[in-house]
Each structure stands twice: as C-alpha cells, then as structure tokens.
C-alpha cells in the first residue's frame, strides 16, 4: 500500500472513530462529564510552569517527598562549605543541604526503624572517619567462618567461641551523638526507616557532604519539615498535581469504560 493510501486510511479512521465518540457523547452525559472533567484537569496541570531546573520544580514534581531522585544546585555546591547547615526531616525522610537560605541539595535518607528512632535536636559533626564501622551492629560468624546472624547486635548477642563479629561498614561516617548516631553511605528506600538510628544516605551525597562538611559543621534532626523550607507552595502544588494524576487515570479508565460499553450495545 502506498503512502498516500494508508494516510487516506489513516484519516477516515480518524473520522470514523470521532463520528462514534460524538454519537457516544451526545447519548451518554456521564461520559460527556467525564470528559470535560478530563479536559479540565489536564489544562490544570498544565499550567503549573516552574522552570524545569528549578528547586521549586524537583518538589513539585517526582512524587516527592517519596522519591529517590536528589536535586543538586551545582552553582551553590560550589560555595557550600563548612559554615552551610543539613537538615534531616524525619516525617519526610529527607535531607536538605542550605547555603544560606537556600537549597543546595536535597536527598533521600533512611533513619531509625520505631523503638530504635533517631533523636531529634540540633547536633554537630563530631567526628569524621572515610572508612567506618559499626561496634555494635553486623554480623556474627562461628568457628567455621559461617554467618550465622547477619542482623547481629555485638551488645546483647554474645559471640560465639571461635567465633567472630563484623561491624557493618559505615563509609563517610559523620557522627552526631556520643552513643554512635551519625550519618553515613547505606541503603536508602524512599520514605522508608530502615536503620537502627542513624542516618543512612545514598553514596553519590554521602561523598558530596563529607567533602563540605568539616567536625563543628551543624545538622538539624527534626520532625517536620523546617520553618526556613523555601518553596512550600511548590509542596502543595506537588500534593495536588499527584491528586489530580490519580484522578486523570481513573477518569481516562471511566471513559475507556464507557464507550466499550456503548460500542458493545451498538453492536447488537
């Protein structure tokens, strides 16, 4: 078939299919509503028009605060230094990294599990160590060199004779308190507590931090999320584009629906 042939084809298709929506539409109104619903949110959606590289628009966009992607300000990296401050939000599991009142990086963090929680304050970097590991937990091997616990906790688990304990490795240990919180590379799932107190980072910002950050430089643990955030609206935003996503999928299923069952009724 020639090219002009299948667009000829092409575009009475077209015609056909938008000749059965409108007959669909003017007999169905809950699909005529549907539509216009559809219609509505997109051009809502639509409008939302931070610049793209924009702090404003990492938070209103990827699903955030639940997600694992981080925003760097490569500009402001390059002037953060010893004197800049984290903040680690528990409720959103983020860390944010501030040049003054602004934002130079933000990242997904993993923090205490409930019943091992890490503590809330202001706190300070009190040691910094390139290569780190846990005195109290890892994993416990026998005499044979097997694993036989590898969630071990060295305090109350004893080891066994001939046997060994290895701390698990805690790289870009930055520590916090006196009783062993700090923050270091480990795994990190969106939104998710994972670890026994500390403040677990993903590797690409746990380098970045340990390069900026010196033993004094201060760290904010908090609840909620800090008085000095720059761009709350872009938060809403975010929350309402995620609610209007939602609605735009089952409004698109609702259509879909509808006319299969106007198609399937027309047929017989």
Known sequence: MSSCAKNILRLGLTLILLSINSCIAHKNPELVAAQTELAQLERRQSRINYPADSYEYFVS???YPVTINIYKNHNLLTKA?????????LSQQRGRLYVGNQVAADWPV??????????????????????????RYGKMYNAEGKCI?????AFNHAVPTGGRFVGSPMPYWMRLTGDGVGMHIGKVRAGRRLSHGCIRTPREMARELYRILAVGSRVNVRQDVEPQFPCPDALNVGKEQRKNEKRIRELKQKIYDLQMQEYAKNRH
């Open 61 to 63: 966009h990827n699903g």
């Open 81 to 89: 230094n010893a004197s800049s401050h984290v903040v680690i939000c």
């Open 110 to 135: 993993s923090t205490g599990i409930p019943g091992r929680d890490t503590p809330t304050g202001n706190f300070s970097v009190r040691e910094k160590k390139p290569d780190h590991s846990s005195s």
């Open 149 to 153: 616990n590898s969630n071990a906790d």
